[in-house]
């Protein structure tokens, strides 16, 4: 972290994140201290960060979703999450702006990072989606959405695709955008996301 003073925040990253957040010194204050008694030498491996992630949903198996959620913020691919890397991947899961939130739901979705997603990585996303919502919760879809095979079909009819074509990061970002059906297809419910995480930090 470039930081000597193990239990506090530099003031660099400290501003670096509340200006890229909604996040308040002391919460960043806060989460930082919990951070350090978690991961003492100042990063997260994928195992510890599904765990953290797990704590969120005991009631769901969110661990294909924590491994792809840690890939996509794996920023130099060392296997581990610093604490800035940490806490912009909980900002852009819960309260990053559309298009922020848009770029990195492209980064989870191009599961190779080929730079394209293809209808397959649809699928892997939406199975990994599939496994935190609650069964009851799923007997509620509508009939043309209520498996993953059924969502991942419907995202892929709605920008047009034929099965075997990819899709660039700016067809998926302008297709989403032009349309609210295929964001609330693509994720998993952010608000369920932002009040386990207020309750956490009660």
């Keep these: 972290m470039g930081n000597s003073r193990s239990g506090a925040l530099s003031k660099e990253i400290l501003e670096e994140l509340q200006g890229n957040t ?62 800035k890397e940490y806490v912009i991947a909980l900002h852009m899961t819960t309260a990053g702006k559309t298009n922020q939130k848009l770029e990195w739901a492209f980064s989870l979705y191009d599961v190779d990072g080929n730079g394209a997603i293809s209808k397959n990585e649809v699928l892997e996303i939406v199975m990994a989606i599939f496994k935190m919502i609650n069964p009851e919760d799923v007997k509620h879809l509508p009939d043309d959405e209520n498996t993953p095979e059924k969502r991942a079909e419907k995202i892929w009819t709605f920008f047009g695709k034929k099965d075997d074509d990819k899709l660039s990061e700016e067809e998926f970002i302008e297709g989403t955008l032009a349309n609210k059906e295929i964001l609330r297809l693509i994720q998993f419910e952010p608000q369920k996301v932002k009040e386990r995480i207020k309750e956490k930090r009660q």
């Design 22 to 83: 909604k996040f308040t010194e002391e919460e960043l204050a806060t989460w930082y201290q919990s951070f350090l008694k978690e991961c003492p030498n100042g990063r997260i491996s994928r195992q510890q960060f599904e765990s953290i992630y797990s704590k969120f949903f005991p009631d769901s198996d969110p661990k294909a979703y924590a491994q792809h959620v840690f890939r996509s913020f794996d920023a130099n691919n060392d296997g581990t999450l610093d604490f």
